[in-house]
């Protein structure tokens, strides 16, 4: 029996997707130890990936780290 381990990524595209998981983030608890300069740093990561995760961060009561 595995435990859900978090609040599963929304979609925001493969690239975007493997970027975070180059992070080992799979999931929006995940996310939230990183800062937006990190995740734009990422190949594959941009604009776009960002505001679908903030939107999903908000809808839990999350924010990215330092926000």
């Known amino acids: 029996m595995s435990e859900n381990p978090g609040t599963p990524l929304p979609k ?3 690239p975007a997707e ?10 929006l608890e995940g996310v939230t130890k990183h800062t ?3 995740l734009l740093a990422l190949h ?12 999903a961060l908000a809808e839990k009561g999350l924010s990215l780290q330092g926000e």
Do not use: D, N, W
């Not at 493997?18 to 999931?27: D, E, K, N, Q, Y």
């Not at 594959?44 to 903030?54: C, E, K, M, N, V």
């Open 36 to 38: 937006q300069k990190e």
């Open 18 to 27: 493997r970027a975070l998981a180059t992070l080992g983030v799979t999931t």
């Open 44 to 55: 594959g990561f941009g604009p776009r990936g960002l505001r679908i995760l903030r939107e």
């Open 12 to 14: 925001i595209g493969s």
